[in-house]
Structures are given as C-alpha cells and as structure tokens.
C-alpha cells in the first residue's frame, strides 16, 4: 500500500535551516509527481511546492526563494530544504502524492519558527 512518512520537522529559530524528509513506499515513486502542503493552525492546508515526475518544480509565491524541494529517485524521498525561516512558516508540512486521481498523505511533521 502507498506510505508517506515525513520526518525533519522541529523547533528552530527565525532566520534558521530545516530540511524536510518524505520517504515513499508502495508505488513507482519516480512516475508521480510530488508535493509538500502544511497547514497552521485555523487556516487550511495549502500547496507549498511541488516537483513532477520529470524534475520541474514549483512553489507558492511566500517561498520562492527560500524553499527548495527535491527528489532522489533512488532513495523514493522527496525533500523540502527551507531556509531563513520565518513565524508565519509555522505549520505542520505534509508529503501528499496522487496516484488515480486518489490523493494520499503522510501523516505530517510540526514545524515551529519561534525565538
């Protein structure tokens, strides 16, 4: 069956590094495309960035810049490096892929931009 785990998450500072890790299991993982979503707490969960299958990626305009997100195929992990993180990136960060038009997701990691 499909899994996403995402792990990576944590407490860190304004201005500071995380890199988020999703290990996929049970489908092709290099054939589908990728996401990373979060969501805070009282807002909905919003698509943060995504990388198809082919390589291409995107973002939502208050990353650009800062995250980055990336696929190893040979490992079935796709990572989001996010970088001078800010408060309002606090959230928890969900791996989500699409396979037969059947979303899944992981079960989310908690990140927390506090000082």
């Known amino acids: 069956q499909v899994q996403l785990v995402e792990s990576g998450g944590g407490l860190v500072q304004p201005g500071g590094t995380l890199r988020l890790s999703c290990a996929a299991s049970?489908?092709?993982?290099?054939?589908?495309?990728m996401y990373w979503y979060r969501q805070a707490p009282g807002k909905e969960r919003e698509l943060v960035a995504q990388?198809?299958?082919?390589?291409?990626?995107d973002y939502e305009d208050s990353v650009k810049g800062r995250f980055t997100i990336s696929r190893d195929n040979t490992k079935n992990t796709v990572y989001l490096e996010m970088n001078d993180l800010k408060p309002e990136d606090t959230a928890v960060y969900y791996c989500?892929?699409?396979?037969?038009?059947?979303?899944?997701w992981g079960q989310g990691t908690q990140v927390t931009v506090s000082a």
């Open positions: 990388i198809l299958s082919g390589g291409s990626t």
């Open positions: 049970g489908f092709t993982f290099r054939s589908y495309n």
């Open positions: 989500s892929t699409i396979i037969s038009l059947i979303p899944y």
